[in-house]
């Protein structure tokens, strides 16, 4: 709980995965929108991705040579020069805000280690259930992009929290079928989405990195 804390200083607030282009673009425009956008992604879009790294991280803990190849494929599986930035950025935060728990390296990460393979990494490390690791890290994610969202006025506190609820259940959902995948399972479709991240890179006034 701490560790996926709004609190625990990653910097997650800075970045909108893309919502604000799409935001901008008025491809979103309300809290339903904001749902259905956030549920493509946790079934065909990138949040179904980090959920099949972080399983992969979480059963290589450990094991320097398997984490490295995962962490190489999960920066390569970054869509935009922005997602990139952005999960090895949270990556780099996380690892050394988890280190007040484990001295730095204890779990045989590579120095560049985006955000889903380091917390798989060191849940495990610290004897963290798959599923359970799986189902926090998706909440917390869904959980930031609804506060961007409420940022960009796309809804107010009620109506997000409204669909933090509705999307409980497409939460475990998709860490149950996370902790049964391999990479093989990795892969999506949300077009609209990994267009709007690519977009944001040049956008002129924005609030967010991505």
Known sequence: MAWLSPAFPLGGFSYSGGLERAAHDRLLEDADDVAEWLAVSLRHGFLWNDAV??????RA????ERLATTAALAAALAGS????AETLALGAAFVAAAGAWSASGDEGLPPETP???AFGAVAASHGIGLE???QGYLHA???QYISAAIRLSLAGQVA???VLSGLEQPILDQAARAAASTPDDLGGCAFSADIAALRHEVQHSRLFRS
Do not use: I, K, M, T
């Open 53 to 58: 790294l972080l399983c992969e991280a979480h």
């Open 61 to 64: 803990a450990g094991d320097a």
């Open 81 to 84: 020069r922005e997602r990139h």
């Open 115 to 117: 955000l889903p393979v």
């Open 132 to 134: 359970v690791a799986c």
């Open 141 to 143: 994610q869904v959980s």
């Open 160 to 162: 997000g929290l409204a």
